[in-house]
């Protein structure tokens, strides 16, 4: 078992950027041998891909993988031995606006694979993070 805690998300205005950060527990002795990704969920709609980071074809490569709406303004890094990822979120737009889950799952999927919510076992209870226009 995997317990992720997410933090860092708030209310910023548009233009600020946050950080968020997904510390992982528990069987953490795998924690590089997961694919990590970010999702968020905005109010009345699904929850949608934000961001993956997942080993590439050598143990010094990581594959990442981003949502169109947010590649450019978004970067998903991982500090394994602290087991944790983050997302820094540059340039916030009011559409940035919902409620962002860490998830992780053992996959060594790359691209557009990444996105599908099945691939990930363990889920965050999630942070909101609020962009005021």
């Known amino acids: 078992q995997v317990q992720l805690v997410e933090s860092g998300g708030g209310l910023v205005q548009a233009g600020d950027s946050l950080r968020l950060s997904c510390a992982a527990s528990g069987r953490t002795y795998t924690f590089s041998s997961y694919a990590m990704a970010w999702f968020r969920q905005a109010p009345g709609k699904e929850r949608e891909f934000v961001a993956a980071?997942?080993?590439?074809?050598?143990?010094?490569?990581?594959?990442?993988y981003y949502a169109d709406s947010v590649r450019g303004r978004f970067t998903i890094s991982r500090d394994n031995a602290k087991n944790t990822v983050y997302l820094q979120m540059n340039s916030l737009k009011p559409e940035d606006t919902a409620v962002y889950y860490c998830a992780a799952g053992l996959s060594s999927n790359t691209g557009v694979a990444l996105t599908t919510r099945g691939i990930y076992d363990y889920w965050g209870q999630g942070t909101q993070v609020t962009v005021s226009s």
């Open positions: 980071i997942n080993r590439g074809y050598s143990s010094t490569y990581w594959n990442t």
